[in-house]
């Protein structure tokens, strides 16, 4: 598939993330690693099958992509970055996937892509670096009318976890992760793309993510992971309300159905 022309924040994206995935460690530490249970909800929640074709907007290193194609799909998983390109196109190779596996560098602001040509949209981490009255209105045009988009993503609405992302995050030994571009997306910008796509959104929470921030961020052990990851589910037992101050969710948009002409009604 050809490329794509870059806007500026696309561009300043993409030499970003070419030197991210340049420096990540080996194809099969990748496969082996687990699924979170939020990743789990989110692949079950597209519903993606053998009968499926699959976008996957912001595909990174593939691992998505593998997953939905080991579900039978035929996935178009497209990036900005052509290093996190090949490096999935490796990965599907190395999962014995990559008759299903079709990757491409391309903008998701201008996706290369005819209308209502794909059945499911997926993607991890992305909309937050998009435009998002772009980026919906592109990708509601090449989702099939009734079509599925399923997206996990920040989440700006804990007022706690931006206090922290403002006053502590690239200080006093708290680590910053991404580009300088990107910031947590808020409602605001959901409802925006919401409008864009033309269809439906939900919002889901399966799995606390707020504690377990300051193993990421600060004390990168794996048993730190593991304790504040069992903090995490201990909050979420006792308090439930907090899981919607969790830094991570998970957005299902649904496209409304193509309505036939008035004449037919």
């Known amino acids: 598939m ?18 991210s995935y340049r420096r990540q460690g080996q194809l099969a530490a990748d496969l082996a690693e ?78 290369g892509l005819a209308d209502a040509s794909v059945d499911l949209v997926f993607g991890a981490q992305v909309l937050h670096h998009l435009d998002c009255a772009q980026a919906g209105a592109e990708i509601g045009r090449v989702l099939r009318p009734g079509g599925r988009a399923v997206f996990i993503e920040n989440s700006a609405r804990s007022p706690l976890l931006m206090w922290a992302r403002r006053h502590l995050v690239g200080r006093i030994g708290i680590r910053r992760y991404g580009s300088a571009a990107e910031a947590p997306l808020d409602d605001a910008e959901i409802r925006i793309f919401c409008r864009q796509f033309g269809g ?31 903090i995490d589910q201990w909050l979420e037992r006792w308090i439930p309300a907090l899981r919607s101050w969790s830094f991570l969710q998970v957005l299902e948009f649904v496209k409304a159905p193509q309505q036939p002409p008035p004449g037919d009604r």
Request: net charge negative; with cysteine.
């Open 200 to 230: 439906s959104v939900r919002v889901h929470f399966p799995q606390l993510c707020l504690t377990v921030l300051l193993a990421r961020h600060w004390l990168n052990f794996p048993w730190a992971v593991q304790f504040f990851l069992q």
């Open 34 to 111: 687990p699924l979170s249970v939020r990743e789990v909800y989110a692949l079950d929640l597209l519903g993606a099958d053998a009968q499926s074709l699959v976008l996957e907007v912001g595909s990174g290193s593939g691992r998505h992509a593998v997953e939905i194609a080991r579900r039978g799909a035929i996935v178009v998983a497209v990036d900005v970055s052509v290093a996190g390109v090949q490096r999935g196109q490796a990965l599907a190779q190395m999962a014995g996937q990559s008759s299903h596996v079709h990757a491409a560098s391309m903008d998701a602001h201008a996706l």
């Open 2 to 19: 050809p490329e794509t022309p870059w806007n500026e924040l696309t561009h300043q994206e993409r030499l970003f993330y070419e030197e």
